[in-house]
């Protein structure tokens, strides 16, 4: 199992937006595997979600 989240209101990613002066849309989004108790964080400009199945 497991879960992905985005955070619309980040603040982690307005830092990184006013960083780069607006230059860039950073994203802020998270990736829960449950099953193996991991979390990856992912910032990102243009991201494309899709379910394969």
């Known amino acids: 199992m497991s879960s992905l989240v985005e955070y619309p209101d980040s603040e982690a990613a307005k830092a990184w937006r006013d960083h780069f ?17 991991v979390a990856l964080v992912v910032f990102a400009e243009d991201v494309v979600l899709r379910d394969v199945a």
């Open 21 to 37: 002066q607006g230059l860039f849309r950073i994203k802020h989004y998270s990736i829960f595997f449950m099953s193996e108790n």
